[in-house]
């Protein structure tokens, strides 16, 4: 990549650093005990990771999306897990706030965000389906001068969170209906979260329900219009699924450079590994598909930078590349036999990794059936946003 910018190589060249000393270490630690230590959390923080994709008037450092990429894809060739749970801290919740956010809510929020102090997360899954928000049943309706919620979410990346974001349905004091973005904090109360979930893959990052029971909220807690926040903040969430896709890429080449050098040391059937042929083909192929997935990430990273991306590229993306590392990731455990089974050699974990990134940020089919909704009716998103309305909506 010669197009990249000395600040860029900078920026990439210290992920680097700080994910070979301080994440590689931890990393199968992370993954057996599902627990991500402060410590490393801090460090992070302290070198600016939280802040990168931030405004500079936030507490940020104000870098681009390429450069945000680059750091996710070095952090994830360490640990995918830990990787995730930063591009959410780094892109998804500060950016959705600076793009709904009054100037009280930014200096509220992004500040501590930027500095590693409070935590966030960004929650909407529900039981009726992540996407599918007509079947959402957690509400916010008036309540006195403000507003109050109820109902549950499931799998809230990074329940050690102190601010959550919110998507959920709203109700207006004329009683108009729609899907906006509340601001809920760890300590109001009626809030709860409950205990994580033991995870396949992105363990570490602590995915668990929360829930709200009558939890006050008041108008500074409400993100952008209250009906439509919930749908408004589509740059956050491309630039947050671009560097989720970043960690797909960093999974599958962490792993090919471990596999590789593995290769190259072992000896079988008294000859060199690398000379059974398959083996040196299927590395060969793995290698192919990495630097294809890259190329078209950073294609679209800087078209998104641009404004000239296409509205469904970071679906493409999302669904095709996540797909991808998924397999490589299959055949490149595979080249380590017995030992890739072994969760002590630290191998299989990315394979899980790679296995949860094409579900988490939205299952491989639910991108594809909004590429199909962008080529054959113009509409780049899978529910309109009057969907919501639709009372018994399953
Ligand atoms: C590790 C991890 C972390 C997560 N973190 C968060 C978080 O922080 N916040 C949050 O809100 N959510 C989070 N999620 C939830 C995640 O976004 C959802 O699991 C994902 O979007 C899929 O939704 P679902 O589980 O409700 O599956 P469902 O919507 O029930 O779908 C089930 C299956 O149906 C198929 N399918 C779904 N939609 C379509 C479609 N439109 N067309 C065709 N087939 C389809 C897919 O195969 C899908 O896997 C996380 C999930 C994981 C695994």
Redesign the pocket.
């Known amino acids: 990549m010669d197009w990249l910018s000395e600040d860029q190589r900078a920026l990439r060249d210290m992920a680097e650093t700080f994910a070979r000393k301080d994440v590689e270490p931890l990393a199968n630690q992370i993954d057996i005990e599902e627990e991500t230590p402060d410590d490393l959390i801090r460090k992070a923080a302290e070198i600016g990771l939280f802040g990168l994709y931030t405004s500079p008037e936030y507490g940020g450092a104000g870098a681009d999306l390429v450069s945000v990429c680059l750091v996710s894809e070095e952090l994830a060739k360490a640990s995918p897990a830990f990787a995730?749970m930063l591009t959410?801290q780094m892109v998804l919740c500060p950016k959705t706030v600076e793009i709904l956010g009054t100037e009280e809510q930014k200096q509220r929020i992004l500040p501590a965000n930027s500095s590693g102090e409070r935590l966030m997360?960004?929650?909407?899954?529900e039981p009726g389906?992540?996407?599918?928000i007509a079947a959402h049943l957690t509400r916010v309706v008036p309540e006195g001068e403000g507003y109050r919620i109820d109902g549950s979410?499931?799998?809230?990346?990074?329940g050690t969170a102190e601010t959550y974001l919110v998507?959920c349905k709203t109700k207006d004091r004329a009683g108009n209906e729609g899907y906006g973005c509340v601001i809920v904090e760890r300590e109001d109360e009626g809030f709860q979260v409950h205990p994580y979930e033991n995870?396949l893959?992105?363990r570490g990052?602590n995915?668990g329900p929360i829930s709200f029971d009558n939890v006050y909220l008041d108008e500074t807690d409400i993100l952008g219009d209250l009906l439509t926040g919930g749908f408004s903040h589509r740059a956050a969430n491309h630039a947050n699924l671009l560097s989720h896709v970043a960690t797909s890429i960093g999974c599958a080449q962490g792993l090919f450079d471990k596999t590789l050098e593995n290769v190259k040391q072992r000896r079988l059937y008294g000859k060199d590994m690398a000379e059974l042929q398959p083996v040196s083909y299927w590395l060969a192929e793995a290698h192919a598909k990495i630097q294809a997935c890259r190329a078209l990430l950073y294609n679209t990273v800087r078209e998104f930078e641009a404004g000239t991306m296409a509205p469904e590229m970071p679906n493409v993306c999302k669904a095709y590349i996540g797909e991808t590392a998924f397999d490589v990731c299959v055949r490149l455990v595979q080249l380590w036999g017995g030992s890739g089974i072994m969760n002590s050699t630290g191998v299989n974990r990315y394979m899980r990794d790679a296995r949860?990134k094409c579900?988490?940020?939205?299952?491989?089919?639910?991108h594809?059936?909004i590429i199909a909704n962008q080529l054959l009716h113009g509409q780049p998103t899978?529910v309109p946003n009057g969907i919501v309305k639709t009372k018994d909506g399953r």
């Not at 997360?121 to 899954?125: F, G, I, K, V």
């Not at 579900?359 to 639910?366: H, I, K, P």
């Open positions: 995730g959410v997360a960004y929650s909407q899954s389906g992540a996407a599918n979410k499931l799998f809230c990346t990074q998507m995870k893959g992105w990052t995915t949860a579900v988490a940020e939205g299952a491989t089919e639910m594809y059936a899978l």
